[in-house]
């Protein structure tokens, strides 16, 4: 009983009954999962645990998995934010209550889920999801561009070329987005002496620093981000803190406070006449 309700959690609690019997689950062990209550039939053909979601048992009712961006989570991948509804995919013209449809071939793979989440979903959170994917070797971006070779894949084409597997966390590719959009040069994981990496710099002088709420998860964590943040000053990279928050709700005011900064960097170096009277 224990091994079914194993397997049932692999396929996120719920299976269709040739899928069990594909893993070799007899008639006979089915019977008397059901019996003892281990497992529910809340469809025909369809087996699940008693816990499990009822809007994946629906969408198995359906015949339809988890797609693009709903899939991307499951798989751990960088979202940018939840869906208003699950995204699925069907091989068939049928639809599924409550759900945004993608017809496709059945049963999804990970470079699938991506180039959905590329053609679907808006350019920065398509750029997360494919960014974590290649990033942990789940897919590889030469397979992503060959995905994406026809006259009117440019755009997608484009996003693709920004993709740069140093980045660290979803909240620094959002950070780059925005300030490679709005014309700054961006440099990722740059050395600073006894510090490490500095997240991201931009156009050689602002530095800019990814605060996720997860970083200080103990009092280890938080003496060491003050640590790196005293030695920006030291080394005279002056350096924003920027939260996740900022850039999903407020870009525009992130791109506003980082213009300032800039502004307020340049205008304390001296020029390039006073430089050379100082020599």
């Known amino acids: 009983m224990n091994d079914i309700s194993a397997l049932l959690a692999r ?60 899939a991307a989570s499951r798989l751990g991948l960088w979202v940018v934010r939840d869906p208003d509804r699950p995204h699925v995919a069907v091989n068939h013209a049928r639809g599924v209550p409550g759900c945004v449809v993608h017809r496709s071939p059945l049963p999804l793979s990970a470079i699938d889920v991506v180039c959905q989440s590329l053609r679907c979903l808006p350019p920065l959170e398509g750029l997360t999801i494919a960014e974590s994917a290649v990033k942990t070797g789940l897919v590889r971006l030469e397979f992503l561009r060959e995905r994406f070779a026809g006259l009117r894949d440019g755009p997608i084409r484009d996003l693709l070329a920004r993709i740069n597997p140093q980045s660290g966390s979803i909240i620094e ?53 003050r640590r790196r943040w005293n030695l920006t000053v030291v080394h005279g990279v002056p350096t924003l803190r920027i939260t996740f928050e900022m850039l999903l709700n407020q870009p525009d005011a992130f791109i506003r406070l980082v213009r300032e900064a800039m502004q307020t960097v340049q205008a304390g170096r001296p020029s390039a006449r006073q430089v050379q009277r100082a020599q």
């Open 173 to 225: 590719t959002m950070a780059r987005f925005y300030l490679q959009q709005a014309g700054f040069n961006v440099q990722l994981q740059v050395s600073v002496p006894g510090m490490g990496h500095l997240d991201l710099k931009v156009d050689g002088l602002l530095g800019v620093e990814t605060d996720g709420y997860e970083s200080h998860s103990s009092r280890q964590a938080y003496r060491e981000d």
């Open 11 to 70: 396929h996120g609690g719920v299976a269709r009954g040739m899928e069990l019997a594909a893993e070799g689950v007899s008639a006979k062990r089915l019977r008397a999962a059901l019996g003892t209550g281990v497992v529910i039939r809340p469809a025909r053909g369809l087996y699940a645990l008693p816990t499990a979601d009822p809007q994946v048992v629906l969408i198995k009712g359906h015949f339809a998995e988890l797609g693009c961006v709903s």
